[in-house]
């Protein structure tokens, strides 16, 4: 039994030892499986979580700014475009002595020391103290090196046309959102959020850029072309301007649209502001009156009377109506003319514009089927065209109209359009009959002028028959020849058609007709036999004179008479109309010349420069040899500019220069 005893105490350490590695070897594969759980876990079930993490503390997220899309006209002339602007801030948390660097940066900020000071005194790690230093003011700032205050930059829209084209164009506010014209219109266009990217980071934040990453660079925006001329704006402007001040007018609008695609070439007001400092001005004058304003048009409508009349053959052109000797009564109210007239056919009514004329061919008419007419021609409804703000004028409900209405709107009262919806009706009429939609912008262009997509492609409808239309350009020619209320618009080289209104303003306290207020109304287009452009201008409460034929027509041929040799569409009248105009005469096969009247000369040997404006330069050079004149040439295509101008006076012999485009 002792043996037995003393074995057994000589196996007991080897089981100790046996039984302490299998505990150690359970717990260290327990161990393990933990650990791989735990890997397993971390790696896949919360692998997402944890990516994060490790991403958060080995990179950050970066905005790459994407600028507004630059804005040009149609020859890619930039209207609108973004350019880097300094900006003056400052961290509160890092600003020692406030009223010290508020005393240094008043100066140059502008600003009274004491204000900069309670700015700079919010314990905040970014305060905006100003938007928009100049380059010479960011590098004072800089150079006064004050811990805490630095020049950041960000993007703002600068215009270099300033006032021309204001309000087409419009603005953008101090985020960046547009707030007016083709601004606000495509916003989400020419507008996006920053992008985001990632870069990585060292232990100090800062941001590390490899060279198989470098930074990324500002990105530019989708922009657009617009339909509109730089050059003709500009004549457009001027020639309203002139007008407003030579009349003391309270405000003008003139707009110049292309017949046949619709396109607006120009689209000018008066007064107009500066889009770079918008906030000088009054929100009235950010308005573009074109399409936000309605007013009556006066006899101008009459044009659209006559539209109806001769489409369903009412009346011929020839027919003669009786216009009571310049007085008529209708219900309680008595209508006049300007001037008495007696017989008149239904040409000279538009010729002469006579308003009981214009009645009594609206009671042949009827309502229903006049009415129907100026629905169909747009009134009453907005055009469509791609500016905001635009309202419908007012065409009350044919269920409303009484006797008195039917004769009134004949003559253009009692109804409202705006200038927009004008210029497109007599658009319809110059093109054969087709109303389309107006459009300001003409493309989407990427960032190096690419062209990425053409908009406004628009077919229109028919609204009028072809031969209606023509009927009716006839009667409008009329118009502005000798005898007609639009002589002032008629031009030396081109023909004319058109009409003139005259309407007095309602006052919109006492809702009856003003006394001594009006709007003067001249809506045409040019040339006669081709149309190319319509021009519709209005001119608001003109002083002291009013009459449309004398306010507006003027400012017609003043921009007509530059538009067109512009748009290189060459002269068509006769020089039994017009002694002075060129007559082009074949000189060589695909070619043509200028001949005109016997080179004007004096005893002293001066010579009359005649004018060149549309003419290829072999026909220039040729007309310039045959008044014994030089020539001094510059660019290529059609004449559109020359010094000294047509009708100077200069000695034989002199040099004429005259500048050359490529004109569509």
Known sequence: MRAWEQRTEKKRPGFRFWFSCRLLQGLGLVLCIAILGRAFYIQVVDSARWKEIHVGQAQSVVDVPVYRGKIVDRRGHDVALSVRSPCLFADGTLIADSRMAAERLAPIVG??????????????????????????????????????????????????????????????????????????????????????????????????????????????????????????????????????????????????????????????????????????HQPAEWRNRTIADAFEPGSVFKTFLLAAVLDVKAAKPEDRIFCENGRIQVASHTIRDVHPHGWLTVAEVLKYSSNIGALKLAEGLGAERFYRYLDQLGFGKKTGVDLPGEVSGTLRPLASWRSIDLAVTAFGQGVTVTGMQLTSAVAAIANGGVLKTPRVAKAVVGPQGRLVKVLGQDE??????????????????????????????????????????????????????????????????????????????????????HYGGVVAAPVFRDVMEKALPYLGVLPDKKPEETPAAVRLVSTVPGETAAEGPPVASTEDGLVLVPDLHGLSLKAAVSLLKESGLGVVPQGRGRVVRQQPGGGSWVPKGAAVKIHLEEVS
Request: hydrophobic content about 35%.
């Open 111 to 280: 600003e009274p020391a004491p204000r900069l000071e309670e700015k700079l005194r919010q314990n905040k790690r970014f305060i905006r103290l100003r938007r928009g230093l100049s380059p010479e003011e960011a590098r004072q700032v800089q150079a006064l090196n004050i811990p805490g205050v630095g020049v950041s930059f960000e993007w703002r829209r600068y215009y270099p046309f300033r006032h021309s084209g204001s309000h087409v164009v419009g603005f953008v506010g101090i985020d960046g959102v547009g707030l007016e014209g083709i601004e606000k219109a495509y916003d989400g266009l020419l507008r996006q959020l920053p992008r985001s990217t990632t870069a990585f980071r060292d232990g100090g934040r800062r941001k590390i850029w490899l060279r198989e990453t470098p930074p990324p660079v500002p990105e530019e925006r989708y922009g657009l072309q617009l339909t509109l001329d730089g050059y003709l704006q500009l004549v457009c402007e001027q020639a309203l301007q002139k007008a407003v001040e030579k009349h003391q007018a309270a405000a003008g609008q003139v707009i110049l649209v292309d017949v046949d695609t619709f396109e607006i070439l120009a689209l000018a007001l008066w007064p107009t502001f500066d889009p770079n400092n918008y906030g000088m």
């Open 460 to 545: 229109g409808r028919r609204v009028l028959a072809p031969a209606t239309a023509a009927k009716l350009r006839e009667l409008m020619q009329g118009v502005v020849e000798p005898g007609g209320t639009g002589t002032k618009a008629a031009l030396a080289q081109y023909t004319t058609a058109g009409k003139t209104g005259t309407a007095q303003v309602v006052e919109p306290g006492s809702r009856r007709y003003s006394a001594d207020k009006y709007t003067s109304v001249f809506a045409g287009f040019a040339p006669v036999g081709r149309p190319r452009l319509a021009l519709t201008v209005v001119i608001h409460e003109p002083q002291p004179e």
